[in-house]
């Protein structure tokens, strides 16, 4: 049973006009079992908080803290976390030229489980995986990420999902540029995570769709820069039908 | 990084050195095999601008002794034919001409030249090439030559001490293709500056990779020409400079008949130490295309990998045409420290970030070593990178 605390969290950019201020006292509790929604305009700090967690060095940390079980994320570097047991799916996965995918797969898996994978397994594992996402298995020795279609990109994201096997999975803004078959795929593969272990899983999304395939037992609502309502499937179908008008103004004042 | 490091790339792809007067172009670049027709250079002279003249041990002003020699050594084979002749034979200066003072130094010098002839299928040639030996200067000729469609596979190995200066001639006949491999292996005192001259008949293609980690100095220059259309050449290049090593990169591909293509490209690596002269590599990108030579097909890209402080990398693409009739040409450079994005998503995928290092620049040789076919050959290129990598702990 793992359990991902947020707490109070801030965090900034450095831009040219000094520090800018993008996360203003996130709190959120993502417990193994549930799945999290976190739903915002564009601009509201999402993917900062996405990123943030996962350490990347553009953000500084102002204040608060993220445990992972008690242990303190933030004083880990980016592997650290990783090998933790947290697990970030980018909206733009990085293209690394010259690394083939299986090579790339098999030194994530190494260091993740601690021990490299026997191979003879290993190889049935990855092809198991690729096929359950419709992935071509020629995918494997092209570079990472590189010529990747958007769609390919999210399919690969979410099939290194499924063999380092995190404790919490944070997806940001998986389902943008899908269309309807890849959306399902991408979909069933976060379900079949979901159900092969006892994990949490926190979904960062701009539209509620890829909540019909993957079923959230609370969401929230994020604008500028926190959390500014909670509640259950239902908050979404509001989202749905009245947009975020009301946050934003909640949103501004907050800040 | 500290910010006493030097990276210098010139995106816009031309520098003229002083004052920002173009100088003559390639097309009129002077070409001679004695040694007296040209100037002693000091320099500063475009050609010679980023090259550390007191590090040439005078092979550039006649102050050398050429008091040694460099063995030249060739595996046989069926196919394969090794002569060592005379000046007069008639097929040397097939391949091209000298272009500078110590090509045509060590044209004006040698005394005998080996020939190496390919003919039909033959299994791949080891030539090695070896360095007049520590304090000791030296000149070499040899060529290279295939016959009408032959398909052979040369690795040419520089290895040894001392400072020796050559051209190596590649005459590729009508429909043959020639891969070759030039390594450059020195010792750490190897000073080695070398014209290659490429001369490509009617529909044939060379694929030639060279790779650039040991000694002092090594300044390679390789000229492209093609003598009928339909030629084909694939250059490719791989330098790993260390502290206090400067690897030059000159190239001239000559588009000057029709229906010709030419592809480049050459990656660096380079990792300085503090208190040692910086790691420098230069390449010099020149494609021409003239008149004649309608329905062109070029691109050429170099890119430079800076590990760490105290590194220096010039870059320097320019292509000249002088026809619209062409069928597309293209030129890149960039030049970059380590990507923090890819490192970044490597990590978070948890890998650590030494490990993460090594496996971009892995990747980013990798484009080079895997095509060069010869498999022992590219275990023991991949096994050096490894090595030079360790030394540093990037």
């Known amino acids: 049973m793992s359990t991902l605390e947020i707490k109070d969290l801030h965090a900034s950019v450095t831009t040219d006009a000094g520090a800018k201020e993008i996360l203003r006292g996130v709190d959120l509790t993502v417990r193994a079992g549930e799945t999290h929604a976190i739903m915002g305009p564009n601009g509201s700090g999402k993917s900062t908080l996405a990123y943030a967690i996962a350490g990347h060095p553009k953000y500084q940390i102002t204040s608060g803290e993220v445990l992972l079980d008690g242990e303190n994320v933030l004083e880990m570097t980016v592997d650290e976390r990783a090998r933790a047991g947290l697990f970030l799916a980018m909206q733009y996965p990085v293209e690394v030229p010259g690394v083939s995918m299986a090579n790339f797969l098999r030194s994530a898996a190494t260091a993740v489980r601690g021990e490299a994978p ?108 926190r959390v500014v309502e909670s509640g259950g499937a239902e908050l979404a179908d509001e989202l749905e039908t009245n947009g975020y008008v009301k946050f934003t103004g909640a949103g501004a004042a907050a800040s | 990084m500290s910010s006493s490091e030097t990276v210098a790339a010139n995106p816009e792809g031309r520098t003229y050195g002083r004052g920002g007067v173009p100088p003559a172009g390639a097309m009129e670049r002077f070409t001679s095999y004695d040694v007296e027709a040209f100037e002693v250079p000091g320099g500063r002279e475009e050609i010679w601008r980023f090259t550390p003249m007191k590090r040439l041990r005078g092979l550039h002003d006649g102050t050398a002794a050429f008091d040694g020699t460099a063995a030249i050594g060739v595996t046989g084979g069926d196919g394969v034919t090794a002569e060592t002749v005379g000046r007069d034979d008639a097929r040397i200066g097939q391949g091209g001409i000298p272009s500078d003072r110590v090509g045509a130094q060590a044209w004006s010098g040698f005394r005998e030249a080996t020939v190496v002839t390919l003919d039909g299928t033959p299994e791949p040639v080891t030539i090695t090439l070896d360095g007049p030996g520590e304090g000791a200067t030296a000149v070499a000729h040899l060529q290279i030559r295939t016959t009408p469609h032959t398909q052979a596979t040369v690795v040419v190995e520089g290895r040894g001490s001392g400072a020796l200066a050559d051209n190596i001639e590649f005459v590729v006949a009508d429909g043959s293709k020639l891969v070759v491999i030039v390594t450059e292996e020195w010792a750490d005192d190897a000073v080695h500056v070398s014209a290659q001259h ?197």
């Open chain 1, 118 to 225: 026997k191979l003879r397994t290993w190889v049935k594992e990855v092809k198991g995986a690729m096929e359950d996402l419709e992935i071509d298995q020629a995918f494997a020795e092209r570079s990472v990420n590189e010529g990747f279609s958007g769609g390919e990109k999210k399919r690969h994201e979410v099939l290194q999902l499924s063999l380092l096997k995190p404790k919490i999975a944070i997806l940001d803004e998986t389902d943008s540029g899908l269309d309807v078959d890849a959306l399902r795929v991408v979909s069933d593969g976060v379900n079949r995570y979901k159900a092969a272990g006892d994990v949490g899983v926190l979904l960062i999304t701009h539209y509620t769709r890829i909540l019909k395939h993957i079923e959230p037992d609370f969401v929230h609502v994020f604008a500028g820069g």
């Open chain 2, 198 to 394: 490429i001369a490509l008949g009617r529909d044939a293609t060379i694929v030639a990779t060279s790779i650039a980690f040991g000694g002092d100095l090594v300044r390679i220059s390789p000229t492209v020409n093609y003598t009928a259309p339909g030629g084909s050449a694939e250059l490719f290049g791989l330098g790993f400079a260390d502290a206090g090593q400067h690897l030059e990169q000159r190239l001239l591909v000559d588009h000057s008949t029709p229906n010709c293509t030419s592809n480049v490209l050459y990656k660096n690596a380079l990792q300085g130490k503090e208190g040692v002269t910086d790691a420098h590599t230069v390449w010099i990108g020149d494609v021409l295309i003239r008149a004649a030579a309608e329905q062109t097909e070029t691109f050429e890209f170099n890119r430079n990998l800076v590990l760490t402080p105290h590194a220096r990398a010039d870059s320097v693409p320019n292509l000249e045409i002088e026809t619209g009739e062409i069928a597309g040409a293209g030129h890149a450079s960039a030049t970059g420290r380590f990507d923090d994005e890819q490192l970044f998503y490597l990590q978070s995928r948890g890998i650590p970030e030494d490990a993460a290092r090594r496996l971009v620049v892995r990747g980013f040789f990798g484009e080079i070593l895997s095509r060069i076919p010869v498999t022992e050959l590219r275990e023991r290129l991949e096994a050096a990178v490894e090595a030079e990598l360790a030394f540093t702990g990037v």
